[in-house]
């Protein structure tokens, strides 16, 4: 692997800096047919909860204008059987795992917490504080900054881990979240969590999603995106990760180019399962032809006079 | 060793079959050669991104060549998209996905499609066919209109199968419903055991199953649900399981791109 893509999250040194969002890899399984895993940046797996969840009712998910609605309701298969089914098998990949969680209560979080830190094949843990489509906990922790704040101390306490906290859209100021969780700890940021929408069956007469309301993502998202990095990059000091609409390199190099020292690659997973690798080859080429040593050159570079 | 595959598959022929109604026939050795019947695939339906999400089509038919084929009606921006494709243009497909009929149970088989529900039907039957079991077999087909499967009803007629078939205006074959073939089709017999395999409208589905039920039938469905990823990550593709109507406070949810596309009738909640 070419040094020039080497990124650092804290202690976390990654060969690339993409990533896949939780929630559209699966637990990285599920694209061995199409992907070569070992090769992405780390794999960032679905959410985990302490217990398993069932998820929403269906329908749980639209197609809109350059996106989809989702309201999936964080069904997982829970702690104990991620560590049992699914890790040994990111472990044997030689993957870089950063394990997303969320909770209904600060306990629950440590709990979790307390349950991944010592294990074998666990690189960082990303804290889901912005999930909009489950009733309680997730994103109350995303949308209040001294209930984030006290969340990221007290996990901070459990781990040694390189902690990651990813910040929800859908409030009034990003930037704000984004400093209370730097100062309870955080290593990193990473944003955008989807923003809140719906959509109505005009012929049912009554909402698409069984849930009602569903996370935004895709394409259509990318600007706000890019807005909320450029922001939050210029008002922390710890790293950034962009998340949000990334389809192709270029819309990472945007992200990049605004401040972001990693990305995300979401949704656009569905759509083409090989994304992640173009996309690695692509920044790849556009530092060699624009003779950039490496990434780090151009982090935030678009923000320089 | 793959099991799926993403290819870039050429356009190798184009035929419409009816008002609105398509075939397209694709070179795509990997996933036709590996493809059972109920198998999927899912197609980008646009050159850049929007519509966004792949389509799922059934695998209507293979061949020994490395061809597939989906037939499709159009209702919406991506079928439109498919049926403006011309021969020779490329297009991203990903499968085989999903599971697949059960076709080796004893008795007879029956093979009911309705609407673009035929689908995977020829492809079955046509696998029936080749394992060259002594098995009855009869195939029921349901459409709008007389338009809507003449040419399809050929396609089975050459295969050398009973097909009867029904249309909702009576242009022909029965005036009605599909599912009103079934018991006259099947008791006349002197089959006793029968396994249904249905793929169709949720209505027809949900009928065929009670039918079933009723006269203690084996009964398979192809249930179709709105699709991101098709390979069991997402997890937007989800269905209520059987279990859940005995207990309405538990979720027994199950996907349709994992679990199934293909379910045994007793496993679902109507």
């Given amino acids: 692997m070419n040094r020039m893509l080497q990124t650092k999250i804290g202690s976390l040194k990654l060969p690339n800096p993409v990533m896949t969002a939780s929630g559209t890899f699966g637990y990285g399984k599920e694209y061995e047919d199409f992907v070569n895993i070992h090769r992405l940046g780390a794999i960032i797996v679905k959410g985990i909860s302490l217990n398993p969840r069932p998820g929403n009712p269906p329908p749980r998910i639209v197609e809109t204008a350059c996106g989809m609605l989702n309201a999936i309701g964080l069904q997982n298969v829970g702690v104990a059987r991620f560590l049992e089914e699914k890790l040994p098998y990111l472990r044997n990949m030689n993957c870089r795992v950063i394990v997303n969680i969320l909770g209904d209560s600060v306990e629950e979080y440590c709990s979790i917490v307390e349950r991944l830190s010592d294990?074998?094949?666990?690189?960082?843990?990303?804290?889901?504080?912005?999930?909009?489509?489950?009733?309680?906990?997730?994103?109350?922790?995303?949308?209040?900054?001294?209930?984030?704040?006290?969340?990221?101390?007290?996990?901070?306490?459990?781990?040694?881990?390189?902690?990651?906290?990813?910040?929800?859209?859908?409030?009034?100021?990003?930037?704000?979240?984004?400093?209370?969780?730097?100062?309870?700890?955080?290593?990193?940021v990473s944003l955008i969590n989807t923003l809140t929408g719906m959509a109505v069956d005009i012929y049912k007469k009554a909402p698409v999603l069984a849930n009602i309301v569903g996370g935004l993502s895709g394409p259509a998202i990318k600007p706000v995106a890019l807005r909320m990095v450029w922001q939050v990059a210029d008002a922390v000091a710890i790293p950034v990760i962009g998340i949000g609409g990334i389809c192709k390199w270029q819309d990472a190099v945007e992200f990049i180019l605004a401040g972001a020292c990693a990305i995300q690659v979401g949704t656009a997973n569905f759509v083409n399962p090989k994304t992640c690798d173009e996309i690695i080859n692509g920044i790849e080429e556009y530092l060699a032809s624009n003779n950039y040593g490496s990434i780090r050159e151009i982090i935030g570079l678009a923000k320089k006079e | 060793m793959n099991n799926m595959f993403q290819k870039e598959a050429t356009v190798?022929?184009?035929?419409?079959?009816?008002?609105?109604?398509?075939?397209l026939t694709f070179s795509a050795y990997e996933i036709a050669r590996r493809a059972k019947p109920g198998q999927f695939v899912m197609l980008r339906a646009a050159q850049g991104l929007d519509p966004l999400l792949r389509r799922p089509f059934s695998i209507h038919q293979v061949t020994e060549n490395g061809t597939l084929q989906i037939l499709f009606k159009i209702v919406g921006r991506g079928?439109?998209?498919?049926?403006?494709?011309?021969?020779?243009?490329?297009?991203?497909?990903?499968?085989?996905?999903?599971?697949?009929?059960?076709?080796?149970?004893?008795?007879?088989?029956?093979?009911?499609?309705?609407?673009?529900?035929?689908?995977?039907?020829?492809?079955?039957?046509?696998?029936?066919?080749?394992?060259?079991?002594?098995?009855?077999?009869?195939?029921?087909?349901?459409?709008?209109?007389?338009?809507?499967?003449?040419?399809?009803?050929?396609?089975?007629?050459?295969?050398?199968v009973e097909v009867?078939?029904?249309?909702?205006?009576?242009?022909?074959?029965?005036?009605?419903?599909?599912?009103?073939?079934?018991?006259?089709?099947?008791?006349?017999?002197?089959?006793?055991?029968?396994?249904?395999?249905?793929?169709?409208?949720?209505?027809?589905?949900?009928?065929v199953a009670a039918i079933c039920e009723k006269k203690r039938w084996n009964c398979w469905v192809s249930m179709e649900t709105m699709m991101a990823c098709g390979i069991g990550a997402c997890l937007g593709c989800t269905i209520r399981g059987a279990d859940a109507s005995l207990m309405p406070s538990s979720t027994n949810y199950l996907h349709v791109c994992k679990d199934g596309p293909v379910f045994s009738a007793v496993d679902i909640q109507w």
């Fill in chain 2, 79 to 160: 079928t439109q998209y498919l049926a403006s494709l011309s021969v020779g243009d490329i297009i991203d497909i990903v499968g085989p996905l999903g599971n697949s009929f059960t076709t080796g149970a004893s008795g007879g088989h029956c093979l009911i499609g309705g609407g673009m529900g035929v689908a995977p039907m020829l492809f079955l039957a046509k696998e029936m066919i080749q394992s060259n079991r002594p098995i009855e077999l009869k195939v029921l087909l349901g459409a709008q209109t007389k338009d809507e499967i003449v040419s399809l009803l050929l396609n089975f007629s050459e295969l050398g």
């Fill in chain 2, 12 to 23: 190798v022929k184009k035929e419409q079959l009816g008002p609105q109604i398509h075939r």
């Fill in chain 1, 119 to 188: 294990k074998e094949g666990i690189h960082a843990i990303e804290l889901n504080i912005s999930c909009p489509n489950v009733k309680k906990g997730g994103v109350a922790f995303g949308t209040n900054s001294s209930t984030a704040n006290e969340l990221v101390s007290r996990v901070r306490k459990k781990t040694t881990l390189p902690l990651i906290v990813k910040l929800s859209p859908n409030v009034t100021d990003v930037t704000e979240m984004a400093r209370a969780v730097e100062d309870g700890g955080a290593d990193a």
């Fill in chain 2, 164 to 207: 009867l078939h029904a249309t909702d205006d009576g242009s022909s074959g029965h005036h009605g419903f599909v599912t009103e073939l079934m018991e006259p089709a099947l008791l006349k017999s002197t089959e006793k055991v029968w396994n249904i395999h249905c793929c169709g409208p949720q209505p027809m589905l949900k009928q």
